[in-house]
């Protein structure tokens, strides 16, 4: 004969060790943790916001640790799970509320604290909130079923801030400051999405398990909502959100929060729409873990480990991208295959960037090729030395105007007096050069000599005549 489901659910309440007569006790307690508007949770709440910014900025986990022990939103969250399971429309507003406000108020007190920082740099413990993955979501799931597995049995000496503290705040208040180191450093959107997107599944797989444990242990049974129904009625009369709800068409289903195959529904499909970017985050992890193994066995086969100074990898979707700095030479040879061995590894293709630090020698060496030679040391200054240059400088000028055609050049001297430079220049001419050629010929020289004042003198000796001589007889 089966099983029937009743029976089954007793069977592992009396596995749990749950006292039926402690179920009513434990309802109240978790409805009561939904109240947001109290001083001791806006305490806790500020505390544990407080606390979990500074650990993550100071990038301590020990600090983060003290945040997630204080775990304020623990109380909604689980009655959340419990009004999805007991059906309780009431309580599943209040907690709804009490979450999304609490949510706020710790992403802008923490926003406020980072804003107030004078440096907003992203550390490990930040980043480590940021890339949530299917991972995630497991430990998200296990955390819930244990806290809400301590509530059901009563609380465990500290209530339902207990155990939950321990096993489910790290997956809570942490990722809201995370989200607002995002919002407080300036809008930084790939913080704030991916920390949103590590909280709300968190909070999804904890109402999931929380919803789960309250069922199985038959927190909607009819028997056991009549006994609770008065006492919750009584405490949630004197509520302002409870008396604004009597007045609305809700005020008949407060008891009654719909049918529970479409409770489950709601769950599994939020759940399914979390998975999608969680799965494929988990990819992404798996490929970087093969890409950065076969990286590392790659590199080993280029020599030892610590001829490696620097490396940096980039890991893209379909390409990987290495880059060495090694203090020793490392032939093409091996180069290319380590390449190989990591695309056979991981099926991308793949970039190796090897570069050699030079020597001491090497640098030495280098230096003196790139010292600027020291100028040669200019001749010393005698006559000899300045006769010759004059010389050499007066030259060139000299022959580009002189007048070959008409004269015939003999000679030239170069000198100085008092007042003046003065070139005496002799030439061969059956008729004096012509004033318009002599002045020209002046200022010329004058300009490549660069000298202030020049006379020009110039001497003309007549061709000589040749006497025509007689043939001997």
């Not at 809570?172 to 590590?198: D, K, Q, R, Y």
Request: hydrophobic share 50%; charged share 20%; glycine share 6%.
């Amino acid at each position: 004969m089966a099983v029937q489901p009743s029976s089954y659910r007793e069977r592992v309440e009396h596995l749990l060790h749950i006292d039926p007569e402690m179920k009513p006790r434990v309802y109240l307690q978790v409805f009561n943790a939904a109240d947001v508007f109290n001083l001791n949770y806006a305490l806790e709440l500020l505390l544990s916001a407080g606390i979990a910014t500074l650990g993550l900025v100071l990038n301590s986990p020990a600090v983060v640790i003290g945040a997630m022990l204080i775990s304020p939103l623990m109380g909604p969250i689980i009655a959340a799970g419990l009004a999805f399971a007991a059906s309780d429309l009431y309580l599943g507003i209040k907690s709804v509320i009490s979450i999304f406000l609490s949510t706020v108020v710790a992403i802008m007190f923490s926003a406020w604290l980072v804003w107030l920082l004078p440096f907003h740099s992203a550390t490990g413990e930040i980043l480590a909130r940021t890339q949530p993955n299917l991972l995630d979501l497991g430990v998200a799931l296990f955390s819930g079923l244990a806290g809400s597995i301590v509530v059901c049995r009563g609380g465990g000496g500290g209530g339902v801030t207990a155990l939950p503290g321990v096993a489910i705040a790290v997956a809570l208040m942490p990722p809201l400051c995370t989200i607002g180191f995002g919002v407080g450093s300036g809008l930084l959107w790939n913080v704030i999405s991916g920390a949103s997107l590590l909280f709300v599944t968190n909070l999804a797989a904890i109402i999931a398990s929380a919803f789960f444990v309250f069922f199985i242990v038959r927190m909607d049974s009819p028997d056991f909502r009549m006994r609770i129904g008065y006492s919750e009625i009584e405490q949630a009369s004197p509520d302002r959100l409870y008396r604004l709800l009597a007045k609305t068409r809700l005020s008949r289903s407060l008891g009654d929060i719909g049918h529970l195959r479409w409770r489950i529904l709601m769950l599994l499909v939020t759940l399914l729409i979390l998975f999608i970017p969680l799965r494929k985050a988990l990819y992404q992890l798996r490929d970087e873990t093969i890409s950065r193994g076969a990286v590392h066995e790659a590199l080993r086969s280029l020599g030892p480990p610590s001829t490696v100074l620097t490396q940096q990898l980039d890991i893209q979707s379909g390409q990987i991208v290495v880059q060495l700095v090694v203090a020793a030479e490392v032939p093409a040879q091996k180069v290319r295959q380590a390449e190989r061995l990591i695309i056979q590894r991981t099926g991308k293709d793949v970039s190796l960037i090897v570069r050699k630090v030079a020597s001491a020698e090497e640098l030495a060496s280098l230096r003196d090729r790139l010292r600027p030679q020291p100028a040669p040391e200019p001749a010393p200054l005698t006559i000899e030395n300045l006769r010759a240059e004059m010389l050499n400088r007066l030259e060139a000028p000299l022959k580009e105007v002189w007048p070959v055609e008409t004269a015939s050049l003999l000679g030239y001297e170069f000198g100085f007096t008092a007042d003046e430079a003065v070139v005496r220049i002799r030439y061969e001419s059956r008729r004096p050069l012509d004033a318009t050629v002599q002045d020209m010929m002046s200022r010329i020289l004058q300009t490549r000599l660069q000298v202030k004042k020049l006379r020009v003198i110039l001497e003309r000796e007549r061709p000589s005549v040749r006497t025509p001589q007689h043939k001997a007889k």
